[in-house]
């Protein structure tokens, strides 16, 4: 998941608009908020893929841990099943 963050940032860079296109109005009405707005949906991707590798190693942790009560479980499960074998 957060390849495709990388992705849309990279993107995102790549479409920026250069200072050139804003002609002399535009540099100086809007240029700056541009730039700010570009800047804080950056750093709003990076937090976005740092939350994102935060939910999947808490993911991984949580299925290993699924995993291992499972396979206590079915451990548990044989023994009684060869213990009614026995009686049997």
């Not at 002609?23 to 750093?43: P, V």
């Not at 993911?59 to 074998?85: N, P």
């Amino acid at each position: 998941m957060t390849s495709n963050v990388d992705t849309i940032k990279s993107q995102a860079s790549g479409a920026e608009v250069p200072e050139v296109s804003w002609g002399i109005l535009g540099m100086a009405t809007t240029y700056n908020s541009y730039r700010e707005l570009l800047e804080k949906f950056s750093s709003h991707l990076d937090e976005v893929g740092e939350g994102l590798k935060s939910c999947g190693d808490k993911l991984t942790e949580c299925g290993k841990s699924y995993q291992q009560v499972d396979e206590e479980i079915a451990a548990k499960l044989q023994k009684i099943a060869g213990e009614l074998g026995k009686v049997a």
